[in-house]
């Protein structure tokens, strides 16, 4: 790891631990400096890259304040882990298990009219799609954000949205079939369909069959 790249982190570390005064202001340039061993150039450098992303803000004469510690930073955070590759496709398919499972579950008292619509178009389109292509692909990963959507809960839609180009890569390894999928198994059809029945139990089931078989398909690909 490049030394920008080390007070970067370090940096993202001590944003999410609220390692900065009561004004959110961080510790100034020298202090950085000294915690990390580097020169005062390598801390602008690393200052600068996170005020573009958005993490903090440099204001004159008074430091580098901290613009958001909540959701944003937290999504960006998770996405570093996926590029900077501390996580595997594995690891991304077992986060779906925890975070869509209890998401469905909650659909199923929580889904609107307009919600079960949009999931209904989507597996509509996977029905009659004749390949499964780029089309194909969005619609799956779609379907599954308007599900967690439904949900109404606003920290797992935002976790699922920091890792949507990483779900579709997903989509798309565990989806290399010379058929369709929805067509044979019917995988999302089962999930909206208890979704729309209200019934709790069964669609956290027909997730869990899915994501099951997604893991599967992976799996045998990443062994081969």
Same mark, same amino acid.
Do not use: W
């Given at each position: 790891?490049?030394?920008?790249?080390?007070?970067?982190?370090?940096?993202?570390?001590?944003?999410?631990?609220?390692?900065?005064?009561?004004? =959110?202001?961080?510790?100034?340039?020298?202090?950085?400096?000294?915690?990390?061993?580097?020169? !005062?150039?390598?801390?602008?450098?690393?200052?600068?890259?996170?005020?573009? !992303?958005?993490? #903090?803000?440099?204001?004159?004469?008074?430091?580098?304040?901290? #613009?958001?510690?909540?959701?944003?930073?937290?999504? =960006? $955070?998770?996405?570093?882990?996926?590029? =900077?590759?501390?996580?595997?496709?594995?690891?991304?398919?077992?986060?779906?298990?925890?975070?869509?499972?209890?998401?469905?579950?909650?659909?199923?008292?929580?889904?609107?009219?307009?919600?079960?619509?949009?999931?209904?178009?989507?597996?509509?389109?996977?029905?009659?799609?004749?390949?499964?292509?780029?089309? &194909? &692909?969005?619609?799956?990963?779609?379907?599954?954000?308007?599900?967690?959507?439904?949900?109404?809960?606003?920290?797992?839609?935002?976790?699922?949205?920091?890792?949507?180009?990483?779900?579709?890569?997903?989509?798309?390894?565990?989806?290399?079939?010379?058929?369709?999928?929805?067509?044979? &198994?019917?995988?999302? !059809? %089962?999930?909206?369909?208890?979704?729309?029945?209200?019934?709790?139990?069964? %669609?956290?089931?027909?997730?869990? !069959?899915?994501?099951?078989?997604?893991?599967?398909? #992976?799996?045998?690909?990443?062994? $081969?």
């Amino acid at each position: 790891m490049k030394l920008v790249e080390k007070v970067q982190q370090g940096i993202e570390d001590m944003i999410l631990n609220k390692e900065y005064d009561e004004s =959110r202001y961080l510790p100034s340039e020298g202090e950085l400096c000294r915690r990390f061993d580097v020169s !005062r150039a390598t801390v602008r450098e690393a200052v600068r890259s996170m005020e573009v !992303r958005g993490y #903090v803000k440099r204001m004159h004469g008074k430091g580098i304040v901290v #613009v958001d510690n909540s959701v944003k930073v937290l999504t =960006r $955070s998770l996405s570093d882990v996926i590029s =900077r590759g501390d996580s595997s496709i594995l690891d991304l398919i077992e986060m779906r298990n925890i975070i869509e499972v209890h998401a469905a579950e909650m659909a199923a008292s929580r889904a609107t009219g307009e919600d079960l619509e949009k999931m209904d178009a989507y597996v509509r389109e996977m029905e009659t799609a004749k390949t499964m292509d780029d089309a &194909y &692909y969005n619609c799956d990963l779609s379907f599954h954000l308007a599900m967690v959507e439904a949900s109404k809960n606003v920290l797992l839609l935002s976790v699922m949205k920091a890792f949507e180009p990483f779900l579709h890569d997903v989509v798309v390894v565990s989806s290399q079939e010379d058929y369709c999928i929805e067509q044979k &198994y019917g995988y999302h !059809r %089962a999930i909206y369909r208890a979704i729309a029945d209200r019934d709790a139990e069964q %669609a956290m089931a027909a997730v869990r !069959r899915h994501l099951k078989a997604t893991y599967d398909n #992976v799996h045998m690909r990443i062994r $081969s």
